[in-house]
């Protein structure tokens, strides 16, 4: 099945104490991205990858790392964790190219995975 | 920066009731996603469009270009399709630079 995995769906941690945040595809997707989502705020990106090796910050990437060796692994690495980065986490992988590119991709768009809830305390 | 902009922000229908919903954004883009989030939290993609108008059973996607403006219509809604719809903007290929997103539409459909 062809799917985004995200692990872990919870955590509870502490401050300052170093995390990472798993999301792997099955798709052979070249684009991936994170995004956190808070309430009133919607969601928001915070790093993206183009492809292997290839990454760029988004809208919101203070605190965060991401690395990209593989294809199908992209994982979010908080350093030093704060109480201000509780929220819920979604990796999302698609297939690059343009929109007009997509009557030939039928399931061209973007696939989440099930979202990590992350409470810094 | 592109500014999307969602209305309503709450919705509550009867069953059986045809919903829009509305997505307006600010700056030229190459694609407009619209996205459901049920209420367990996850995410499920609905429709990638960079023009004209797509349906996929009882949903109903349109958008125009020259307007920068979206709808995503429900027709014979149904308490299952009770949900946040989430509109996001993309630019340039696809997927290149990411999507920036609509605050989303709470959308309750009662029996």
């Known amino acids: 099945e062809a799917q985004v995995t995200q692990n872990p769906r919870y955590l509870i941690t502490v401050t300052g104490k170093k995390l990472t945040v798993t999301c792997s595809q099955n798709m052979n997707h070249e684009y991936m991205s994170w995004y956190r989502q808070d309430p009133g705020l919607g969601l928001r990106q915070i790093y993206y990858s183009m492809n292997v090796e290839v990454t760029d910050k988004g809208d919101v990437p203070e605190g965060y790392k991401v690395s990209r060796k593989e294809k199908r692994n992209f994982p979010l690495i908080l350093e030093s964790p704060s109480p201000n980065q509780t929220s819920l986490y979604f990796c999302?992988?698609?297939?690059?190219?343009?929109?007009?590119?997509?009557?030939?991709?039928?399931?061209?768009?973007?696939?989440f995975g099930s979202g990590t809830r992350l409470t810094v305390v | 920066k592109n500014e999307v902009e969602q209305s309503p922000q709450n919705l509550t229908a009867q069953e059986g009731e045809f919903i829009t919903i509305n997505c307006s954004y600010s700056v030229g883009i190459s694609a407009l996603h619209w996205l459901q989030q049920h209420p367990g939290g996850g995410i499920v993609s609905l429709f990638m469009l960079s023009s004209g108008k797509k349906k996929h059973g009882r949903l109903i996607a349109t958008i125009n270009i020259q307007e920068k403006h979206s709808s995503l219509h429900i027709t014979a809604s149904h308490p299952r399709d009770s949900a946040v719809y989430i509109c996001?903007?993309?630019?340039?290929?696809?997927?290149?630079?990411?999507?920036?997103f609509g605050k989303g539409t709470h959308l309750i459909i009662q029996p």
């Open positions: 999302a992988s698609s297939s690059t190219g343009t929109p007009f590119q997509a009557p030939f991709r039928p399931n061209y768009g973007y696939t």
């Open positions: 996001a903007v993309g630019y340039s290929g696809g997927g290149a630079d990411g999507l920036t």
